[in-house]
Antibody, heavy 121, light 112 residues
Framework: QVQLVESGGGVVQPGTSLRLSCAAS????????MQWVRQAPGKGLEWVAV????????YFADSVKGRFTVSRDNSKNTLHLHMSSLRAEDTALYYC??????????????WGQGTLVTVAS | QSVLTQPPSVSGAPGQRVTISCTGS?????????VHWYQQLPGTAPKLLIF???NRPSGVPDRFSGSQSGTSASLAITGLQAEDEADYYC????????????FGTGTKVTVL
């Protein structure tokens, strides 16, 4: 079965960096675009970033552009979110999700359980 | 980046029908971009509920249905059940020069 397991979250100070990881299993990872979505405490979902199946395309929300980047290792079935210049407003639960180009409209059909990032001094 | 507007909350008694609206614009839903719906039960990750405006993934009860018209979309829950109490989010895409995704503001469904 499809599994996505995020890791790497923690408490960090403003201005610092952090790398999140998402370990994928149960599907052919290299065939799917992967997403990062975050949810601030008590708030709604916010799209963060997408990386194409082969890493050739990477796109970001305006709120993180220039500070976050995304990468993947298809040989290890792993997705990463590299976050720098972290701000208090980046505090959130970060989810990775699979984007399914095989069904209508390309929804996010599987989600991990999330990893919590807290930015505080 | 734009957001899709949803009512903060809706409620209904067991067995009733409730609907959740998702209002976008000519740059997303109105541009023909598909709408998806996600259900987030308390303390859990979002789960895909409706994709491509009207389609249900395997295992989703047919009490849930989606529709789209113009710049808006809707999720209907008929025969409301206690386990439907959750947050619901719509999601679509922005048309433009770059790739951008957009979520709705979220709706809390309360079963009275």
């Amino acid at each position: 079965q499809v599994q996505l397991v995020e890791s790497g979250g923690g408490v960090v100070q403003p201005g610092t960096s952090l790398r999140l990881s998402c370990a994928a299993s149960g599907f052919t990872f290299s065939r799917y675009a992967m997403q990062w979505v975050r949810q601030a405490p008590g708030k709604g979902l916010e799209w963060v970033a997408v990386i194409w199946y082969d890493g050739s395309g990477k796109y970001f929300a305006d709120s993180v552009k220039g500070r976050f980047t995304v990468s993947r290792d298809n040989s290890k079935n792993t997705l990463h979110l590299h976050m720098s210049s972290l701000r208090a407003e980046d505090t959130a639960l970060y989810y990775c999700a699979r984007e399914n180009f095989g069904i209508s409209g390309y929804p996010f059909d599987y989600w991990g359980q999330g990893t919590l990032v807290t930015v505080a001094s | 980046q734009s957001v899709l507007t949803q009512p903060p909350s809706v409620s209904g008694a067991p067995g009733q029908r409730v609907t959740i609206s998702c209002t976008g614009s000519s740059s997303n839903i109105g541009a023909g971009r598909h709408v998806h719906w996600y259900q987030q039960l308390p303390g859990t990750a979002p789960k895909l509920l409706i994709f491509g405006n009207t389609n249900r993934p395997s295992g989703v009860p047919d009490r849930f249905s989606g529709s789209q018209s113009g710049t808006s979309a809707s999720l209907a829950i008929t025969g409301l059940q206690a386990e439907d109490e959750a947050d619901y989010y719509c999601q679509s895409y922005e048309s433009g020069l770059t790739v951008s995704y957009v979520f709705g503001t979220g709706t809390k469904v309360t079963v009275l």
